[in-house]
C-alpha cells in the first residue's frame, strides 16, 4: 500500500524558509516521479513542483529560484526546500507519487495517483 506522510510545515513570516519532507512507503519508491502539490482555501489544487525517478525537475508558475525539490532515494524521502516565502504561499502542502492505481493529475510529464495527508504551511507579512 503506497504511503506518503509530509513534516515541516509551520506558520513563518514573509521572508523566511521551510523545509518540507515526505516519507514514503509501499512502492518502490526510486523508480516512480513524485512531486509536491499545494491548495489554498478556495483555490484549486496546484502543482508546486516534480522530479522525475531520474531527478528531472519542473516547477509550476514562477516558483523555480525560490523553491527547490529533491529527493533521496536511500532513505525513501521528499524534499522541498522553500525560501524567501511569501503570504501567497499560505496553503496546504501535498506530497505526491506516480505510484498507484489511479491516475488523477497530470504534472510535469508525470501522472500522479497517491497523495499524502498534507501540511500547512502559513506565511505572515
Known amino acids: 500500500q503506497v504511503r506518503l506522510v509530509e513534516s515541516g510545515g509551520g506558520s513563518v513570516q514573509a521572508g523566511e524558509s521551510l523545509r518540507l519532507s515526505c516519507a514514503a512507503s509501499g512502492f518502490t519508491y526510486k523508480s516512480y516521479c513524485m512531486a509536491w502539490f499545494r491548495q489554498a482555501p478556495g483555490k484549486e489544487r496546484e502543482g508546486v513542483a516534480s522530479?522525475?525517478?531520474?531527478?528531472?525537475?519542473s516547477y509550476g508558475g514562477d516558483l523555480q529560484g525560490r523553491f527547490t525539490i529533491s529527493r533521496d532515494n536511500a532513505k525513501n524521502t521528499l524534499y522541498l526546500q522553500m525560501n524567501s516565502l511569501k503570504p501567497e504561499d499560505t496553503a496546504m502542502y501535498y506530497c505526491?507519487?506516480?505510484?498507484?492505481?489511479?491516475?488523477?493529475?497530470?504534472?510535469?510529464?508525470?501522472?500522479?495517483?497517491?497523495w499524502g495527508q498534507g501540511t500547512q504551511v502559513t506565511v505572515s507579512s
Open positions: 505526491a507519487a506516480a505510484a498507484g492505481l489511479r491516475a488523477i493529475q497530470t504534472f510535469g510529464g508525470c501522472a500522479f495517483r497517491t
Open positions: 522530479i522525475s525517478f531520474n531527478g528531472r525537475t
